[in-house]
């Protein structure tokens, strides 16, 4: 089992560990409640220090990486941040990731910390002899500081860069807590605003150590995998491994927003066509109308008991108190408003298709 | 994601060490991690502080088998919490006359004060001797590993 670099500072925080993409991971401290309602209404900081990094550079590595990922890498500038995925060439999806542009010879590829090791195969197999890669997975570790009071509470700790003008999706390198070289990204995986921070491992403690003080005041938490999920689920945020996988289509995942076809890439046409003539099963979210917590590959049947397709993630939403969950169903009951039925343990419990995210 | 909640391995849960636990002596316990409080003929049954802190917050509790005579070790409910779904499991033989209403609106109650206002329900049992064989509050915690 890995551990990350921050990995005793989890210990003394008396966080319950599990594992997790083959590290032992913290999921919780304080509670998944507490620590969810820190996140929406204040800030948390997350070790997602699993994650992998690739980076990817040369002369050729826009084309390169334009081939291999559905959104459009030449739509990026330098400093922008772009959430894609890369389809796998048999309909389905290796990885969903975000790409960075440094430059339009310099990227860094963020992935799934469970795939890093076929990412990379993917990746460095393809790659023609004007692109280099270099996997920094094992060197960087990465501290999502997430919430509203985010910008604020962090921004005495990094007086050369004004973090209320770095937008959403955007990065840049600067100093923070006295280490050079952080990468400070808009970005995060809750839907509440702040900032993910790629420090070197020899670092991460010290930037660990100085996010905690500087958010004392606004109320931080450490919070781990638990609410993680909650909240991203909340906002509809596929997660890979349950909602997107090698078997689904992004179009099926209503990934087609981040699916251009102005460029040549993997699944293209076969993509193109499911776009123009549609696909027989989507992805949907939904809110339970009876009391039931829909848990992923939970069957999702129509009003007569025929399946439909079956549950990918569900909780209870930690800011409404709504059951909520995705699944893939028959494009027939995927509209809005659509009325289905969760299989929950021998019941079938009703539950209606809704437009994502769950919370506005 | 999904994570499995292993019984064994973690010395240390939701922020609680087992040893900063409560085990009561006057309750006896199951290897399912439910509690037995006998009055007269008896019992209140609820899930142990282990147990809430290996599920972690607690969504809801469904009881549904009220006025049921049960055997010992049936399902007569469940119990969802945030990350996992788990069964509750019958400690001794009887009919269950009460649910803890109180836990409609507030099921936080199994997290806070399981062995207060988190108790569950409340059995006639039918064969009282059946507590007999469930385990004291040492063994309970031996065997959790506290």
């Known amino acids: ?360 | 994601m999904e994570f499995r909640l292993g019984l064994k391995k973690e010395k240390l849960t939701f922020g609680k060490t087992i040893l900063s636990m409560q085990f009561p002596e006057n309750l006896k316990y199951t290897k399912e991690h439910e509690w037995v409080r006998v009055e007269g003929d008896f019992a209140f049954i609820g899930i142990t502080d282990f147990a809430q802190g290996e599920l972690g917050d607690i969504v809801f509790v469904e009881i549904n088998t009220v006025g049921q005579a049960m055997g010992q070790d049936e399902v007569f409910g469940t119990v969802e919490a945030v990350k996992t779904v788990s069964d509750l499991y019958l400690p001794v033989s009887g009919e269950i006359v009460e649910v803890n209403a109180g836990l409609e609106g507030n099921p936080e109650a199994v997290n806070t004060d399981p062995y207060g206002d988190g108790w569950m329900v409340k059995v006639k049992m039918s064969n009282p001797g059946e507590v007999d064989g469930l385990m004291d509050a040492a063994a309970y915690a031996a065997m959790i590993g506290a």
Not at chain 1, 206 to 235: N, Q, S
């Open chain 1, 1 to 360: 089992m890995k551990r990350t670099a921050l990995y005793s500072k989890h210990l003394a925080l008396n966080a319950k560990m599990v594992p997790f993409a083959g590290y032992d991971m913290p999921v919780s401290y304080s509670g998944i409640k507490a620590e969810h309602q820190s996140v929406r209404e204040r800030l948390g900081v997350f070790d997602v220090s699993h994650m992998g990094e690739f980076f990817v550079e040369g002369e050729g590595a826009e084309s390169f990486l334009n081939s291999l990922t559905s959104n459009d890498v030449a739509a990026l500038t330098d400093g922008k941040v772009q959430y894609s995925c890369i389809p796998n060439g048999q309909g389905g999806i290796v990885d969903d990731l975000l790409v960075y542009r440094y430059s339009s010879t310099r990227y860094l590829l963020v992935v799934n910390a469970s795939n890093i090791e076929k990412d990379w195969k993917w990746f460095f197999s393809r790659k023609p002899e004007n692109v280099s890669m270099y996997n920094a997975s094992d060197d960087y570790s990465l501290l999502a500081v997430q919430g509203p009071k985010t910008a604020e509470a962090l921004q005495a700790l990094c007086p050369e860069v004004n973090l209320a003008d770095l937008t959403y999706y955007t990065f840049t390198t600067g100093s923070m807590a006295g280490i050079a070289e952080v990468i400070i990204s808009a970005t995060g995986y809750t839907g509440a605003g702040g900032f993910e921070l790629y420090v070197k491992n020899e670092d991460a403690e010290k930037l660990w150590d100085a996010v905690m003080a500087a958010g004392e005041a606004h109320g931080i938490l450490p919070c781990g995998l638990g609410c993680r999920d909650t909240l991203r689920l909340e906002m509809g945020f596929c997660l890979y491994g349950n909602d997107i996988n090698d078997t689904t289509s992004p179009i099926e995942a209503g990934l087609g927003w981040i699916t251009k076809f102005n460029k040549s890439f993997t699944d293209k046409a076969l993509l193109e066509k499911q776009k123009a003539e549609g696909v027989s099963r989507k992805l949907v979210g939904f809110v339970m109308q009876e009391k039931g917590i829909p848990r992923q590959h939970y069957r999702i049947a129509d009003a007569n008991g025929e399946t439909l397709g079956e549950v990918t993630s569900g909780s209870e939403s930690l800011s409404t108190g709504q059951l909520i969950g995705l699944g893939y169903v028959a494009t027939s009951h995927s509209k809005a408003g659509s009325e289905i039925y969760i299989d929950i343990r021998g019941r079938l419990l009703k539950a209606v298709v809704t437009k994502l995210p769950f919370l506005k």
